[in-house]
């Protein structure tokens, strides 16, 4: 379904240096963007791409969807190259960019899915079946009457992702969808994406800084970090790798101070202590008898560590070797 | 080919329909501004009837008539282009806050998309304004038709150098200003006021970069006597400006660099 080899990416800046020399002529430079990427998602698979701000995230999605071209390197996306063929390729995708709405904020969202009708020359009755669906698959029956500008954040983001899907896309780019929503309409949002993969087979590339997204809703994760993939396994083997290591949470009776921790501290709150150990290294009996000196330990459990760690782990680790 | 293009229209009327539903949404808005724009214009047309009036209703050969061509054909035209296809003002904004991505994300033309995308409600005085003068000036129906299709010239003028001025944000950046003197300060005060008032230096910028000559002047000149060589002169460059303009915005879209569109101060 996608399809990159040795993709590249250079933007030229101007770089401005001291001076009125500096000023009038400012220096240009060539920054990598994207550096040598080559992967392939599969029809069907749900991918979360993630790095750090300004890994390249936003620059591949824009390379996959037309709207930059490449410097170098092959892309195909549903057989297409998309800077060449953008607007045949429009037809096969979707994309919801959270900062962006396709929706007309003043009309009703109804009022919108009818002119996407047109723009993708969906004919009247098919699209008012397509609508009818949708509509009624995410409950949004009475909401779509109500101009957008009316709407909740979260009731905007389902109108917005019916939207996306009016002209059955082959695949859809969803970069950073869940961005500034609560804890709810997050979790409404990540139920539709696995209702739309499940349900008609949709491709999903997602780019989130929230990790929690990547780890509910994707199969298969890629990190990107400086313009190049880091890691693309997944995900289920990627937190396999990082099973020995665990968050230990020790709660005692009473408040504690004046803990001398040998341990990776991950946070102290009153009566609780939770700290990062490989536990093949060393064993839980000598954590709890070193332990036990600072007071009465009611409660002590090992957990896996969540995805979020594992990855800030491999950031981490990157940046060290650099 | 044909078939595109009958999906093209029917985008643009579908797109102009919800720029009218908007338009309805704030009713009261919308009738308020399209009075206060035909006052306004009403103005300019009281003040030149003074003048006329102290003159014995002609001065150097210009008449009451010919300023009211003035004030139709170039305010239908302006009237329209805000109107319609007002997504064309917002096309510098587009580029340098990055929003071009969503419509390069569309199947449909591109500029026809951006310029469907906004309406100026306000432009609907306009329209309404110059239409009427140009019913109550015309001493027939086809004169009548002559007047909406030198306004649709004009139309095709004023948005082909918008398209080529606010095109200039991909190099220059912030542009507002400079479409601003150049749209209202220079185009729109050369074809609202009678050609022979304008000097040769003036002349020569109206034949060339402001094209207000080929746009409403000739057309005017049409009016009155019709002239298949100034005629055709107009269409020919109309197309000229035509392809200028389609060559700027296609350099746009090459040259475009996308961004992540977070609101910022400065």
Redesign the interface.
């Known amino acids: 379904m996608i399809e990159i080899q040795n993709l590249n990416k250079t ?1 030229t800046k101007q770089v401005r240096k001291k001076g009125l020399k500096g000023f009038f002529f400012p220096e240009k430079k060539d920054f990598i963007a994207v550096n040598n990427i080559s992967f392939n998602v599969k029809k069907g698979e749900i991918i979360g791409f993630v790095g750090p701000n300004g890994a390249g995230k ?1 620059t591949t999605i ?1 390379m996959l ?5 490449k410097t170098s390197g092959e892309v195909k996306v549903a057989g297409l190259d998309p800077a060449k063929e ?3 390729l ?2 096969k ?1 979707g ?1 919801m ?1 959270g ?2 709405s ?1 929706l ?1 904020m ?2 009703p969202a109804i ?2 899915y ?2 996407l009708g ?4 969906i004919p009247k009755d098919e699209l008012e079946r397509r609508i009818e669906k949708l509509v009624k698959q995410f409950g949004i029956e009475e909401i779509i009457k109500i ?1 957008v500008r009316k709407l909740s954040l979260g009731q905007r983001m389902i109108c917005e992702i019916v939207a996306i899907m009016l002209h059955n896309p082959e695949i859809l780019f969803l970069d950073e969808p869940t961005i500034g929503l609560d804890i709810m309409v997050k979790e409404k949002v990540r139920k539709a994406i696995l209702e739309l993969n499940e349900k008609f087979g949709t491709t999903i590339f997602l780019t989130s800084h929230d990790l929690s997204d990547i780890e509910k809703v994707c199969d298969r994760i890629i990190i990107i970090d400086d313009g190049k993939i880091i890691k693309d396994e997944n995900i289920e083997e990627l937190k396999h790798e990082y099973l020995s290591e665990k968050f230990v949470e020790i709660i005692y009776d009473e408040n504690i101070e004046n803990v001398d921790f040998e341990y990776s501290l991950v946070s102290k709150e009153e009566n609780k202590v939770v700290i990062k150990v490989d536990v093949s290294k060393i064993k839980m009996s000598e954590i709890l008898e070193k332990f036990m000196k600072y007071g009465n330990i009611i409660d002590i459990e090992a957990l896996p560590l969540p995805l979020e760690e594992v990855i800030y782990d491999i950031y981490t680790r990157v940046e060290e070797k650099k | 080919m044909l078939m595109e293009a009958k ?1 093209t229209i ?2 643009i009327i ?2 102009i329909i ?1 720029n009218i ?2 338009a309805l ?2 009713k009261k808005s919308f009738v308020m501004q399209v009075i206060f724009m035909m006052v306004n214009n009403g103005f300019f047309l009281i003040f030149w009837g003074v003048v006329f009036g102290i003159n014995g209703g002609n001065i150097n050969g210009i008449g009451m008539k010919d300023i009211m061509y003035l004030w139709s054909i170039p305010v239908i035209s302006w009237g329209a282009v805000h109107f319609f296809f007002g997504g064309i003002k917002e096309l510098n904004t587009y580029i340098i806050s990055g ?1 071009l ?2 419509y ?5 033309n591109m500029f026809f ?1 951006i310029a469907t995308s906004k309406c100026d409600l306000a432009a609907c005085g306009d329209l309404v304004y110059g239409t009427i003068l140009g019913i109550i000036v015309s001493d027939s129906i086809l004169d009548f038709l002559m007047i909406i299709v030198y306004s649709i010239i004009g139309l095709i003028f004023l948005a082909s150098i918008m398209v080529i001025v606010r095109s200039l944000a991909v190099w220059l950046g912030d542009v507002e200003n400079i479409a601003h003197v150049y749209e209202q300060s220079l185009f729109a005060t050369f074809t609202t006021y009678p050609e022979a008032i304008f000097g040769k230096g003036i002349k020569f910028l109206m034949f060339t970069v402001i094209p207000a000559m080929y746009a409403v002047h000739f057309p005017i000149r049409l009016m009155e006597k019709f002239d298949l060589k100034i005629f055709i002169l107009v269409i020919v460059v109309m197309i000229i400006y035509i392809l200028i303009a389609k060559y700027i915005f296609s350099k746009v879209l ?1 040259k475009y ?2 961004g ?3 609101a910022m101060k400065g």
């Open positions: 933007f936003s824009k969807t037309g709207i930059l071209h953008r607007k045949k429009a037809y995708i994309c960019f900062q962006k396709s007309w003043h009309l009022d919108t009818y002119l047109a723009m993708y020359d101009p | 999906n029917n985008f579908k797109s919800c539903k908007i949404e704030y929003t991505d969503t390069l994300l569309q199947p449909k998309n090459e660099e996308s992540n569109n977070i």
